[in-house]
């Protein structure tokens, strides 16, 4: 009995220590994904501010319940002088304490409820000059198209630039695997289909800018991002969502207006065509290999001759990541390996599956010498 007791302080302690680690309170910034610690100007404020009053509410109902619970149990336990045979002191109730334990829950419940409803309204509610941008769940990355006229229809993948102090309203859907016709919106009307679902559920998660969204296949769900301070904000899928979910990540990169309109004008710019040299020689492959029928490329000639016509970008496969400025990202593959790494690019190009299980891409059983010639022409787009 002895020995158990002291098992139990022992694992007390340790569960004690283990939760000092969570971190409660400044953490000052280093935790990329923390909803403790939102960007300035961002709706997750208002989130944080709800936690703060909140969560000591919690801990005081918490410790007082724990301690009434064990208060009962040490002053009411089975002493040695008991009389086994007969029942303790039966009580009947107690009108005065079961009003006053219904009351004040519900008002505390009233108090928590109020600023609660509130705030989930307001993480709707977006300025009349906020710039949308559709968000495509695919299996498992994002794809980020500009909608407003302004910026162009700008396709991106895996980093979603904004500007600093405007607000941006997401319009996110979900879709197959393979549907090339992702980015149709007629395809998806705002609201319920009613057709059977394509494409899994996600979930859109930037701890410090904003709140969860799911991402129903569908539906079109709606959230908004904003925040008045430049910087790199990482975000994660918060739903299991296949062998990809762990790797699906992906993040936000807040840049002064400026900065951002320079990035979208280059955004819209098609790439350059490759006339000779190895980079020419990976233009070719990416039409013989079939990259081309998933990868589109803005300004992409046909059939990869230089001499040849460009395919229009709407005539071209959006299965996978539009590349056309594919240098301009940081990370790739669903945020996990590193643009700018030949080897990242290079070990990609040889499995993708073996660096991110689940990946659609196929492993198509490339010779180095063919790796090479498109890493060369992978480069050139800038
Ligand atoms: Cu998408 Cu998890």
């Known amino acids: 009995m002895r020995a158990h007791r002291r098992m139990s302080a022992w694992a007390t302690v340790v569960l004690l220590l283990l939760l000092g680690g969570c971190g409660i309170g400044d953490t000052g910034g280093d935790l990329a994904l923390n909803a403790l610690d939102p960007a300035p100007g961002s709706p997750a404020v208002e989130l944080d501010r709800l936690w703060d009053l909140v969560f000591p509410i919690a801990v005081g109902v918490f410790v007082l319940v724990q301690t009434l619970i064990l208060v009962a149990v040490f002053r009411f336990r089975r002493r040695k002088d008991d009389d086994d045979r007969q029942l303790p002191k039966q009580v009947a109730g107690n009108t005065r304490l079961e009003v006053l334990w219904t009351i004040i829950p519900a008002v505390v419940l009233v108090f928590v409820a109020i600023p609660t409803v509130q705030t989930i309204f307001s993480q709707n509610e977006v300025d009349d000059d906020a710039m949308n941008v559709r968000v495509i769940a695919k299996q498992y990355w994002f794809e980020f198209e500009y909608m407003d006229e302004a910026q162009g229809g700008v ?3 895996t980093q979603l630039h904004i500007p600093t102090g405007r607000e941006v309203q997401l319009h996110m859907q979900s879709v197959a695997v393979n549907q090339a016709s992702s980015y149709d919106p ?14 899994v559920i996600h979930n859109f998660w930037v701890p410090r800018l904003a709140g969860k969204t799911y991402i129903v296949p569908g539906h079109t769900r709606t959230m908004k991002l904003s925040t008045t301070e430049a910087g790199l904000y990482l975000g ?5 969502c296949g062998l990809g979910h762990p790797n699906m990540e992906f993040s936000v990169l807040a840049e002064d207006p400026a900065t951002f309109d320079e990035w979208i004008a280059a955004q819209a710019d098609p790439a350059e065509v490759v006339d000779e040299g190895l980079a020419a020689e990976g233009q070719q492959l990416f039409n013989d290999l079939t990259c081309v029928q998933c990868h589109a490329i803005e300004g992409y000639p046909a059939q990869g001759l230089p001499d040849g016509e460009v395919v229009p970008l709407d005539e071209q496969a959006r299965i996978g990541p539009n590349l056309t400025h594919f240098n301009t990202r940081d990370k790739f593959a669903g945020n996990i390996l590193e643009t700018e790494s030949d080897d990242d690019l290079r070990r990609w190009l040889e499995n993708p599956q073996r660096e991110k299980p689940g990946a659609q891409m196929p492993n198509l059983n490339l010779r180095p010498d063919q790796i090479d010639a498109l890493v060369a022409y992978m480069r050139t787009l800038d």
Do not use: I, K, L, S
């Open 155 to 157: 396709v991106t993948a």
């Open 186 to 199: 007629a395809a998806f009307p705002d609201g319920p289909t009613g057709e059977v679902a394509q494409g």
């Open 236 to 240: 994660q899928c918060a739903e299991f």
